[in-house]
């Protein structure tokens, strides 16, 4: 591949440019005469192969890392939401235990009443009513 460019647009403030600080062996040949900029591939080699599994095995160690603090915050939020259902149920139950109090006192209280209203009519309706 081929690309041809000015002398100015390839260096506009006289930089080496990046490939000046990679190693030796993985720079990009000088350019040909003319100004064209010819890009070439390296067959990769035993001695490249090397650093290569040791930034493969680089990257699966960060990879653990990363899965480890993701999953020990997955753990953490699930031991969240488990005490926040635990406090849910037991709100829950204390709600039905007051809400079965409140049913019973509004069930003595109608039975309450009722026999008030009971004696009431009955003494209203007494003949003896008139003596007091």
Known sequence: ?????SEWAA????????GSYAPLDR????????GARVA???????EHSQP??????????????????????????IRDLESMREML?????????YVAGYASL?????TAMKIISNHLKVWKDSP?????
């Open 11 to 18: 260096n506009p403030l006289g930089h080496q440019g990046p």
């Open 52 to 77: 290569n599994d040791r930034s493969a095995e680089n990257l699966d160690v960060l990879i653990q890392r990363a899965a480890a603090d993701s999953m020990d915050e997955i753990d953490n939020v």
């Open 89 to 97: 149920r037991n709100r829950g139950e204390q709600a039905s235990r």
């Open 128 to 132: 003896d009513r008139s003596s007091y």
């Open 27 to 34: 720079r990009a040949p000088e350019e040909p005469t003319g």
């Open 40 to 46: 070439y591939l390296h067959p990769q080699t035993a």
């Open 106 to 110: 509004c069930q003595a209280s109608m």
């Open 1 to 5: 591949m081929a690309v041809i460019t």
